[in-house]
């Protein structure tokens, strides 16, 4: 009966039954029985989404007994700024309690599980290591596991998951930008990458999660896919979400790439460049950036605005050429560098060959034998088409 009123749902909105690449939250015959008579937790946020209806919402209206949601970063409805901190709260709409995973706990504890049967973890990410929704899926695992709680990952496309591709992370640099020893973009969907942690035994002291993957319909690794909502409030565009993985690490440094301006993730800059064709200028942006870098202070640098211009010219690799340019550029090369670096780039090797001198060959050349190994690796867990 319940798989019946979805489809009804969706009939209504005029749905196609095929040809659309369908995410995990749309095989309700996969996972509605699972849930059938269960309490549940839910991780989710602003993307856990079937079509324009959250997945909290359309599993109470099928009176699926939800006791509790789970919010990572950015929170439960994805409003607030990267790193910050997010409080418990109840949810205004629905009443549900929120426990935030992006504040005093990053995992859940025992007792914030109790009285629950299964979990489902339902988030959109862009496949990138340092996204930290992937940590968010690690600790939930952990947590399952250590309490004996079914999870059941309703899987999403990864507008990455056609390249391989920067540094592996190394153990002693683990964090919460990092905790998997994987590369930089790897490639991978979250259920697959769940698979791994499962597989490889990456959870603490080896422990396994019970683990379902609810598989995305008509979807396969070279697809593009743009996102219907924004993972996080500086990613608003499939450009700035293509461009992420490459301009990310400037983060580490006292570069800007755009946060508070409308094009965050799309420009890189600082007052002092000395190619000044192009500027802009960071404002505070309630909710999005709070006193970003060099706030009301014009910026020059370069305009990636126009870089990709159609969701099907996707980036076939990270570029490391606009950090060694900045890097060469600025005026105060000792101070280039903060403590943040090591930890997006997973290891101190990366900043030592940019000071070191070394060229973008050199450095990629570097990489090639981690990458190659992680490829074979990968192979065993994929649940789509290369």
Excluded at 141 to 147: H, I, K, R, T
Excluded at 156 to 179: C, Q, T, W
Excluded at 278 to 299: A, D, I, L, R, V
Aim: charged share 20%; glycine share 6%; aromatic share 12%.
């Amino acid at each position: 009966m319940k798989n019946f009123i979805i489809s009804i749902i969706f009939f209504s909105l005029g749905f196609s039954l095929h040809a659309q690449i369908r995410a995990g939250a749309y095989q309700t015959k996969e996972y509605l029985p699972l849930l059938d008579g269960k309490k549940v937790g839910i991780i989710a946020n602003q993307s856990s989404l079937i079509a324009s209806t959250h997945l909290v919402d359309s599993l109470i209206s099928l009176h699926i007994d939800v006791v509790k949601v789970f919010a990572p970063e950015h929170g439960f409805r994805g409003k607030a700024e990267a790193g910050a901190h997010i409080k418990d709260g109840k949810d205004s709409k629905t009443g549900l309690t929120i426990v935030s995973l992006y504040g005093k706990n990053k995992k859940p504890k025992a007792e914030q599980l109790q009285n629950i049967d299964v979990m489902l973890f339902d988030l959109q990410g862009v496949g990138v290591r340092f996204y930290t929704y992937i940590s968010t899926l690690t600790y939930i695992m952990e947590a399952c596991a250590e309490n004996n709680i079914p999870l059941i990952v309703l899987d999403r496309p990864n507008p990455h998951a056609h390249y391989i591709d920067g540094p592996l992370l190394k153990e002693e640099y683990k964090s919460f930008v990092g905790m998997l020893p994987i590369p930089v973009v790897y490639g991978m969907t979250d259920g697959e990458l769940a698979q791994m942690i499962n597989g490889e035994k990456w959870l603490k002291n080896g422990i396994h999660c019970d683990l379902s993957v609810i598989k995305i319909n008509n979807y396969n690794h070279q697809m593009a896919y743009e996102l219907n909502v924004s993972p996080s409030p500086n990613l608003p565009n499939f450009q700035s979400i293509y461009l992420y993985p490459s301009l990310c690490f400037f983060e580490g440094t006292p570069i800007s790439i755009g946060r508070g301006t409308d094009t965050p993730f799309q420009v890189i800059g600082y007052p002092e460049y000395p190619k000044q064709g192009f500027s802009f200028t960071p404002k505070s942006k309630p909710g999005y950036s709070m006193h970003p870098k060099f706030e009301n202070q014009e910026c020059y640098g370069i305009n990636l605005q126009n870089l990709y211009t159609d969701i099907n010219e996707k980036p076939q690799r990270l570029e490391i050429k606009w950090l060694l340019d900045f890097y060469q550029s600025y005026p105060d090369q000792e101070h280039f560098f903060t403590s943040f670096f090591d930890k997006l780039a997973g290891n101190h090797t990366l900043k030592q060959q940019i000071i070191d001198g070394w060229t973008e060959e050199m450095i990629r050349e570097s990489w090639k034998s981690d990458l190659s190994n992680f490829r074979e690796l990968r192979r065993k867990y994929l649940l789509y088409d290369e």
